[in-house]
């Protein structure tokens, strides 16, 4: 599977951006996908997960209620809906495939999109 992210820029903070995350493959339905992020000197974290048929969802704790991932099987592709948009929220988005479960280890990513937010 190949992951193409796209989406990202610089917003000023509240406002919002859509990531959006295509897949190659024919077999994109039987994939947990996840959303992750890499902000400047810090780890990469998890954002964002979504199950095979889009039925469950989970968030980290500092996205929720302002971040939405979705997903459209018939199109390959995942996506993640920014809202209230904080500079704290600056970072690479990588876009990631293949876990079994949505806490799992991802198999497939993609190769990052920049999200700046200014104050």
């Known amino acids: 599977v190949q992951l193409q992210a796209s989406g990202g820029g610089l917003v000023q903070a509240g406002g919002s951006l859509r990531l959006s995350c295509a897949a190659s493959?024919?077999?994109?339905?039987?994939?947990?996908m996840g959303w992750f992020r890499q902000a400047p000197g810090k780890e990469r974290e998890s954002v964002a997960a979504i199950s095979r048929q889009g039925i469950t969802t989970r968030y980290a704790d500092s996205v929720k209620g302002r971040f939405t991932i979705s997903r459209d099987n018939a199109k390959n592709t995942v996506y993640l809906q920014m809202n209230s948009l904080k500079p704290e929220d600056t970072a690479v988005y990588y876009c990631?495939?293949?876990?079994?479960?949505?806490?799992?280890?991802?198999?497939?990513w993609g190769q990052g999109t920049l999200v700046t937010v200014s104050s």
């Open positions: 493959g024919r077999t994109f339905s039987s994939y947990v």
């Open positions: 990631a495939a293949g876990a079994t479960t949505m806490t799992g280890v991802y198999d497939y």
